[in-house]
């Protein structure tokens, strides 16, 4: 078994100095030794895909220089904020179909934020704070009963997508001084009520 280990490892790296060593590395998950446990990088788009790979953990070893990341599909519980604000150039990340209870703290120039299909009964006020090139968050099937002032002052935001939630209420502080929004998708919500003014100086589209 451990020549077999050793066998594949070799072959990985061998396959990553073929294809530039500088763009594929390996992604060891701190909770599962398996050789196979690796990310997909792709050079062109400076993309890491670590979708589907059974993690419970932040996998170690992302290169820092990444822009794009895609965790989806796993079973991570929580984010390692530390770990995650280091990959400074990163500006779109997919945490979808996991079992997240609570956000991270993002890198300030991400401006794709993917959470759909997790465990999030609330977006905390300052979770996406200071977020100024985010353009588009994906919110939908979780447990939302609430979106109070968490998409706040986001000048570039144009997409909130929270379909499929709890949501009873949207209230007049919910989009405050992001008036550049223009699509929310809020089907299959339990809406019982809009704040007047909630979407005062905005050319929306409800969907």
Not at 76 to 81: A, E, G, M, P, V
Not at 120 to 142: C, G, Q, R, T, V
Not at 143 to 165: A, G, Q, R, W
Not at 174 to 182: A, E, H, N, P, Y
């Amino acid at each position: 078994m451990l020549k077999m280990m050793s066998h594949n490892l070799l072959t990985l790296f061998l396959f990553c100095l073929l294809v530039d060593s500088s763009k594929c590395v390996e992604v060891a998950c701190s909770n599962d030794t398996n050789v196979n446990a690796v990310c997909e990088c792709t050079e062109r788009t400076q993309t890491v895909n670590s979708t589907n790979r059974g993690l419970n953990e932040w996998p170690v070893g992302i290169p820092v220089n990444k822009q794009v990341l895609y965790l989806r599909d796993n079973n991570l519980k929580k984010i390692d904020t530390n770990a995650l604000l280091e990959l400074q150039e990163l500006n779109s990340i997919n945490l979808s179909n996991n079992s997240l209870t609570s956000l991270p703290t993002f890198p300030k120039i991400i401006s794709s934020v993917n959470i759909s299909y997790n465990n999030l009964k609330e977006i905390d006020d300052d979770a996406l704070l200071d977020l100024h090139y985010l353009i588009s968050i994906y919110a939908m099937n979780n447990m939302l009963t609430e979106i109070s002032t968490c998409f706040n002052d986001l000048p570039h935001l144009h997409t909130v997508i929270i379909d499929h939630n709890s949501i009873s209420i949207l209230k007049n502080t919910t989009f405050k001084g992001s008036s550049r929004v223009d699509h929310v998708y809020m089907s299959s919500n339990h809406i019982l009520g809009i704040e007047p003014f909630t979407f005062v100086n905005m050319q929306l589209r409800l969907l």
